[in-house]
């Protein structure tokens, strides 16, 4: 220890105990608190500095023990018994102090000096438990504090007890070691034979020999580590034999014996410490069960639950979005007003960069409002308890495709029926402790209906099924969920075959009000993951797609054909404008800055709301440039100003439609428009043309930009009020397209590979770019097929696309109920067959 | 294993809501045994089936303080005594 006396802290204990909760108390962070067993995954470092230096803190992940079965016990394990933190603080639930001692005796096994914190004592003395903390201190011979972390109580003694537990000289021995009966004998054996090993005196021996009597894995290769191989094998070798004979003599397993001497060690050390007089009344959360899980009410109350989510996070929440459109609208406008001026007919390149990145950033910034409140609600199920009653309620459907109870969260993150994103969901599926589960879950969680799909749907909607639109609605939202069980079916019975699994087996946390802060601050958490997608892949997608779209741009020839157009529309205003009382306006330095003031005005006009509105823009004009304003304000009675209004305006028309066929044409060259249509020959079969292409291959960035990118695709002039539905309707209707193509479309898109964000999320979830890659050509080729498929049994049988979709939709559902209904039979003869860990749980019927 | 003599033993899986069991052993091993002892699932511990999830599975135990939920898989893996 040096002069500043640093140290190190680490928290121990079970799942859900509150060790994170602590984690913040003491350190002031931000781990992440829920009410569900599992949440923390890996070790977080904090610290925090009191008079003496500074104290890191680790927060582990909850054990229920510690072998080295799964992943958390091995991080929490190899933590303790390598870092050996100066201080380990164990919390434990104090509601639950039976079960939570079992890992203590352990923790002090590790020789470890522990300072035990006595959580949830609100909910213990809630209860009526009384604990003699007295009592427990001395019995088990460490520090007790009695914290409530939910409400920040605990803080002040925690740290004080903390450092004297470090000041303290002597090594904190336990006066509560457990004694193994029948075991003793060996273990003492083994310890001593660990003892006098030199390479093994950083261990400590008991623990050690414990372990390797247990035959556990992972302790074993640490001594292989350690030991030349002519010291390990003997130690092993004897520890292997003395299991044996033990488990031989006694008809037991070493590692139940170990658990029943814990659990008689627990019962001694509690008796007298703790009296529980309401002990076996049903306590609230008992009773709020009866009801939400009832077996009749509980369906309906998790439709309910889906039903409110939906109803305020996205419902109200667009609502919402109409107070929050204005501002990046008008951001929008200041923004516009910084870039440099538009050109003639070619605007400066800073200038439609700038537009387009604002333009796809605000698309995206949009939904904002809706996350903040879908986030909340989502912390609010987390943190209340209900989440993990979800997972109990659903673990049967889910698991019978080869998902888990806990893909819930991730599902729902990712928008069931409700609209999400897929980058926090598969974030979610963390803990997930079933590897084949978390891996379909992963793989699946992009199906569902990322809000950003949205857009894209209204648009084809809108266009193609006018009068279908609620049923098409109600397809799309259901469709997914179907789509997404029988993908991870698929996977699970292939690729995903050879995945570890294990069971589902959770303790149900007690109910919790959920706290303001928590939520708020996870809401914000993952709300701000959202935004800096926006901020960083998708701007830098966005730039990309503006380039492909720029390059190489139009040629030369044509561009001079543009300009001597543009020439003679300028001409023919001057001409018109001969005698009028504004012909000093109609001079080569004023036309441009003059139509640009004219469409500016224009624009302004129709986004002001009521005659107020308007009567500040056309203030606004008015002081901007008085000399231009009559020509856009036609004043009565000032004849001249109408007539060169009218010029104006002519003038404008012209220059849209040459500036959009200069558009067009630069597209059609474009290196996208290059990669559009070289794909046609493929995607043809889909109906998809290179425009639609093109859409699709940008909204690989994000969904939105899909919608984006239709919208250059099918220009507009500026003040054309003809919706992107109607242009592209018009134009693909025009070149022969159906409802069966919209159809088509939708399908894809459904199926449609996760966006580039999500797919960076997909790396880091399962640490593999083969899973990365797979997460993007297994949808395409999916999504690709049952659209080509869709679209070419349509045109060959001329069934109409709302048809198909049916057709489509009920396909799905039936072969769903097939699988679920085959899975539920195979799992009744799953009960006669024998069980092991290691089985990979499918059985042939 | 030994195996039961006659007829197979009861199981968490064969009772029905509402009733207790005394846990007899596990016949799960590795991970899964150690995950249901840890949850204090242990030879000789008294459990009370609560109620099974509407779909039938998985199941909810009580046991003293905790509430647990498991699937009927891993029910039909502890045995439980005869007594009543
Ligand atoms: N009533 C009450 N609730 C608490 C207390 N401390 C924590 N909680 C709540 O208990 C739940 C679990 O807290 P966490 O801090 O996430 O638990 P954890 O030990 O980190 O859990 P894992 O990371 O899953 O192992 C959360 O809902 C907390 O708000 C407490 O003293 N009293
Ligand atoms: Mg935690």
């Not at chain 1, 770019?769 to 999504?783: A, E, H, Q, R």
Request: charge should be neutral; hydrophobic fraction near 45%; aromatic fraction near 8%.
């Amino acid at each position: 220890m040096n002069e500043r006396n640093d140290l190190l802290v680490a928290l121990a204990g079970q799942q859900n105990a509150g060790k994170s909760t602590l984690f913040n108390m003491l350190t002031g962070a931000r781990q992440h608190v829920a009410n569900y067993p599992g949440v923390t995954v890996d070790k977080k470092y904090g610290q925090y500095s009191d008079t003496e230096g500074v104290v890191r803190t680790v927060d582990l992940p909850g054990t229920y023990s510690l072998t080295s079965f799964s992943l958390e016990e091995r991080v929490a394990r190899d933590f303790l018994i390598q870092e050996r933190p100066d201080v380990t603080i164990n919390v434990v639930d104090g509601s639950n102090l039976h079960r939570s001692l079992h890992l203590t005796l352990q923790i002090l096994e590790m020789e470890l000096p522990v300072v035990l914190a006595l959580n949830m004592m609100d909910v213990a003395e809630g209860r009526g438990l009384a604990i003699d903390q007295a009592a427990l201190s001395t019995r088990l011979g460490l520090p007790v504090v009695r914290t409530v972390g939910r409400k920040g109580e605990g803080r002040a003694p925690l740290r004080t007890a903390i450092r004297a537990l470090a000041a303290a000289d002597k090594p904190q021995t336990t006066k509560f070691p457990v004694t193994y009966g029948p075991l003793e004998p060996d273990l003492v054996a083994l310890t001593q034979a660990i003892q006098t090993t030199p390479e093994l005196t950083g261990m400590p021996a008991r623990w050690l020999a414990l372990k390797l009597l247990e035959c556990d894995a992972q302790a074993a290769t640490w001594v292989r580590e350690r030991l030349e191989p002519a010291q390990a094998e003997p130690l092993l070798e004897q520890a292997a034999a003395l299991s044996a004979t033990f488990e031989r003599n006694n008809g037991l397993d070493v590692s139940d014996h170990l658990v029943s001497c814990r659990e008689r060690a627990v019962s001694n050390l509690l008796d007298g410490v703790t009296t529980d007089p309401e002990s076996g009344r049903p306590t609230l959360t008992d009773r709020i069960d009866r009801v939400l899980l009832n077996r009749l009410a509980a369906p309906a109350f998790l439709v309910l639950t889906v039903f409110l989510i939906y109803q305020i996070a996205i419902v109200w929440g667009y609502e919402l979005t109409n107070y929050t459109w204005p501002i990046l609208a008008k951001t929008r406008e200041l923004i516009a007003g910084v870039l440099p001026e538009a050109g003639f007919l070619v605007d400066p390149y800073t200038r439609s960069m700038g537009l387009w990145l604002v333009d796809s950033a605000n698309t995206l910034l949009n939904y904002v409002p809706i996350f903040l409140i879908l986030f909340a609600l989502i912390a609010m199920l987390e943190d209340s308890g209900y989440m993990a009653r979800i997972a109990f309620i659903l673990d049967k459907v889910l698991h019978r495709f080869g998902l888990h109870g806990q893909s819930t969260l991730p599902l729902i993150l990712g928008g069931v029926f409700a609209g999400g994103c897929a980058v926090p969901g598969v974030m979610a599926t963390k803990g997930i402790p079933d590897n084949r589960a978390r891996m379909a879950t992963i793989l699946t969680v992009p199906f569902m209906n990322c809000l950003a799909k949205v857009p894209l749907y209204t648009l084809l909607l809108g266009i193609f099924f006018v009068e279908d639109k609620s049923l098409m609605m109600f397809y799309i939202s259901t469709m997914t969920i179907i789509f997404a069980l029988l993908v991870s079916k698929l996977l699970t019975k292939t690729v995903l075959r050879g995945e570890e699994t294990s069971p589902f087996v959770m303790e149900l946390p007690t109910y919790h009000l959920p706290t303001v802060s928590g939520v708020l601050r996870r809401a914000f958490e993952r709300t701000w993951i959202y935004i800096k997608k926006v901020g960083t892949i998708v701007v830098a997608v966005a730039v990309v797609v503006f380039t492909l779209l720029q390059f190489p741009g139009v040629p030369e020839e044509r561009m001079a054909e543009f300009e001597h157009r543009g020439e003679a529309a300028v001409v023919a205003f001057e001409r018109a404008m001969a005698g009028n009382a504004y012909q000093r306006l109609a001079t080569a330095e004023h036309i441009g800055p003059l139509v640009n003031y004219y469409n500016d005005y224009k624009r302004a006009k129709l986004n002001a709301s009521g005659a107020e509105g308007s009567r500040a823009v056309n203030a606004r004009f008015e002081q901007r440039n008085p000399e231009y304003y009559p020509l856009v304000s036609r004043p009565k009675g000032d004849k001249d100003a109408r007539k060169a209004n009218r010029y104006l305006r002519k003038l404008s028309s012209e220059r849209k439609s040459i500036r959009r066929e200069m558009k067009e044409e630069r597209i059609t060259n474009s290196l996208l428009g290059m990669i559009g249509r070289s794909m046609e020959p493929v995607t043809q079969f889909a109906g998809f043309d290179w425009k639609i292409n093109v859409a699709l291959l940008s909204s690989f960035a994000a969904r939105e930009s899909s919608v984006a990118t239709l919208g250059v695709l099918f220009q507009q002039d500026e003040d054309q009020n003809a919706s992107l539905e109607e242009r592209m309707g018009a134009e693909t209707m025009a070149g022969g397209a159906t409802a069966l193509l919209g159809t088509a479309i939708i399908l894809f898109f459904a199926l449609y590979p996760p966006c580039l964000a999500t797919t960076v999320m997909v790396k880091v979830q399962t640490g593999s770019y083969k899973w990365m890659i797979f997460s993007i050509v297994f949808p395409t080729l999916l999504g690709l097929g049952v659209a080509s498929a869709v679209y070419s049994i349509g045109l060959a049988t001329g069934t109409s696309g709302i048809a198909m979709m049916s057709w489509t939709y009920f396909s799905a559902l039936a072969l769903l109920l097939i699988l679920g209904f085959l899975g539920g039979r195979s799992g009744r003869n799953l009960r006669s067959t024998s069980v092991d860990s290691t089985e990979t749980g499918e059985v042939r019927a | 294993m030994p195996k039961s003599p006659e007829r197979p033993a009861l199981t968490l899986n064969d009772i029905r809501p509402g009733r207790r069991a005394r846990i007899r052993r596990h016949l799960a091993r590795g991970a899964v045994r150690q995950r249901l002892m840890d949850l204090g699932l242990m030879p000789n511990v008294e459990v009370i089936l609560v109620r099974s999830a509407p779909l039938g599975d998985p199941i909810e135990l009580k046991l003293e303080a905790t509430s647990l939920t498991l699937r009927r898989r891993e029910a039909s893996t502890i045995e439980i005594f005869d007594d009543e």
